[in-house]
Nanobody, 122 residues
Framework: QVQLVESGGGLVQAGGSLRLSCATSGRTFSNYAVGWFRQAPGKEREFVAVISGTGSVTYYADSVKGRFTISRDNAKNTAYLQMNSLKPEDTAVYYC???????????????WGQGTQVTVSS
């Protein structure tokens, strides 16, 4: 069993930055790809970014490319999402997820955190 705990969300003005963390416990963290997803009110959960177990492969949604950076520190069992140049449309609950398969589809992820709220004011 893999337990995921997100932190780092909050309220920020447009153009600001936040760094989300996803801390894990349980099995070997490096065996799992980690994805970040977000869900705004009334919308479906959408892909944001994903990183492979070793950290050598990353993918981003077009809407965040160039502004967000996903990374991980396997020694600390933690993944990160650095969010810069935030926009009001980035407002959502952000979730991290883990699974053995690297995917942009949330259906393929077995383990999920509880989510952290990010609110960007204009």
């Amino acid at each position: 069993q893999v337990q995921l705990v997100e932190s780092g969300g909050g309220l920020v003005q447009a153009g600001g930055s936040l760094r989300l963390s996803c801390a894990t416990s349980g099995r070997t963290f490096s065996n799992y790809a980690v994805g970040w997803f977000r869900q705004a009110p009334g919308k479906e959960r959408e892909f944001v970014a994903v990183i492979s177990g070793t950290g050598s492969v990353t993918y981003y949604a077009d809407s965040v490319k160039g502004r967000f950076t996903i990374s991980r520190d396997n020694a600390k069992n933690t993944a990160y999402l650095q969010m810069n140049s935030l926009k009001p449309e980035d407002t959502a609950v952000y979730y991290c997820a883990a699974d053995g398969v690297l995917s942009m589809n949330p259906r393929f992820y077995s383990y999920w955190g509880q989510g952290t709220q990010v609110t960007v004011s204009s």
